[in-house]
């Protein structure tokens, strides 16, 4: 596994934690870009323990002076861990995505409280700081210009971590809660990659109410797929194929006359009997019913009948499960008593009040 960390707010310090508390290796890339202006004083002076060099603390043979080589090398050692902090444009990460062993994780904070972390850096260097509307300037040219612009890199980052309060304790708690060495990020496990699948096939759903997919699986095969909707040859709901849905009722409201059929029905009716046999799991983004044959159902969203629902599957002998895939996408480090709250979501997470001390803009 190699993760990569790219921008400016805490790198550092998340690396650190990886290679002390998860057995990471830090590997170094040789860079020739310049410091950005973002990381000089108001001289244009560069400023000691920033993210943007890796000159103070590279190591021998841990310092490549090509991606390729840096590929070669991890590529025969993929089954360690290793981290750099060392990705500072498109064209690198670009080779480094291809390859099956890489994450890219961003780690970022409000322009504000980096230009406050800065400005203390620069006074405890005797260095002169520049002014906010001086660092803002700068922290937009370094995210945002045209050419060498680093924000193209966080619309990349598998896991972007917002990082904006002051403890070093908390962030560890929060990174060991978050688990960035989940080999289920680089591929994911059989529940992942088919409620995956389910989610893909919500996608196709035309109900005005909720989009739900669903997956039939036997033996880790695909049997049918089925999203909710009207049924064959009808208008599509999304078009007024289904007055209840377009009439704007509450849940629970008036279902006697809703016209469109689950997602778990329309995969079932897809398999047929005779192919649904003993063993067969449906994978659902939101489970509602199920039959024929079914040994297992495992849902990602609950639903206002979870408890009524679990207690006919259990008297059918239908194991129910809930799936919870690792945490992507933007992770505010905050709040740890949450992270295990937000169930299978891979927006907006919260995670554990933190600041990285000392380290990044």
Known sequence: MLVGLCICAGKSS???????????????????????????????????GCDHTTAETS?????????????????????????????????????????????????????????????????RYNQQPPTLESFVVRNDDHLYNSVHGLAKLIDRAEVRLVNSTSSLEQLHEALKELNMANEQRLRPSWDQYFMQLASLAAQRSNCMKRRVGCVLVREKRVISTGYNGTPR???????????????????????STCLCIHAEENALLEAGRERIREGSILYCDTIKITQVGISEVVYSQGYSM?????????????????????????????????????????GLVTIASVRIREVGL
């Not at 979870?306 to 809930?322: H, K």
């Open 306 to 346: 979870d408890q009524e629902t679990a207690a006919v599957f259990a008297e059918g002998g239908v194991r129910l499960r809930q799936f919870s895939p690792p945490r992507k996408g933007l992770v505010h480090l905050n709040h740890p008593a949450e992270a295990g709250e937000i169930g299978a979501s891979e």
């Open 233 to 255: 040859n009808l208008r599509n709901c999304n078009e007024g194929g289904c007055p209840r849905c377009n009439d704007g009722h509450g849940a629970g409201v008036g279902l």
């Open 59 to 123: 190591v021998g043979d841990k310092t490549f002076s090509t991606v390729e080589a840096l590929i070669d090398f991890v590529t025969k050692r993929w089954q360690q861990r290793w981290v750099t902090t060392d990705i500072g444009d498109e064209s690198v990460l670009e080779m480094l995505s291809r390859r099956p062993f890489f994450i890219l994780v961003s780690v970022d904070a409000p322009v504000s409280i980096r230009w406050r972390r800065f400005k203390g850096r620069c006074e």
């Open 14 to 48: 998340v690396a650190e934690y990886l290679v002390e508390q998860q057995a990471f290796s830090k590997l170094y890339l040789a860079r020739t870009i310049a410091t950005p202006l973002v990381g000089k004083s108001a001289s244009q002076a560069r400023v000691p």
